[in-house]
């Protein structure tokens, strides 16, 4: 079954830090540019952080730059996102996704099947 498998959100403080990590299970994740998305209650979905397949490019959106990084570990077939300075604003789902590659994260076109994705909550 092809799928990704989201793990690593829980409520923390803010000005807290998480690592995401998104596992891909039955295909290889090499060849695939990933994004990372996520979405409030009552809010759109919207897209946080990109990295390409081949030469590691990274994006992150306005609201996570300098405080959000998207890496990858091809020969674990798993990405991640570390979460620094986190903010209440940060609380939401967070899920991982195939992309089309793209240079810009308001752009970034999601692909094939989604994970269950991980619950982010960032509260005193």
């Known amino acids: 079954q092809v799928q990704f498998v989201e793990s690593g959100g829980a409520l923390v403080q803010p000005g807290g830090s998480l690592r995401l990590s998104c596992a891909a299970r039955?295909?290889?994740?090499?060849?695939?540019?990933i994004g990372w998305f996520r979405q409030a209650p009552g809010k759109e979905r919207e897209g946080v952080s990109y990295i390409s397949a081949s030469d590691r490019r990274t994006y992150h959106a306005d609201s996570v730059k300098g405080r959000f990084t998207i890496s990858r570990d091809d020969s674990k077939n798993v990405a991640y996102l570390q979460m620094e300075s986190l903010v209440p604003e940060d609380t939401a789902v967070y899920h991982c996704?195939?992309?089309?590659?793209?240079?810009?994260?308001?752009?970034?076109?999601?692909?094939?099947?989604w994970g269950q994705g991980t619950q982010v909550t960032v509260s005193s």
């Open positions: 996704a195939k992309v089309f590659p793209t240079n810009q994260v308001a752009t970034m076109s999601p692909f094939g099947s």
């Open positions: 039955g295909f290889n994740l090499t060849y695939y540019a």
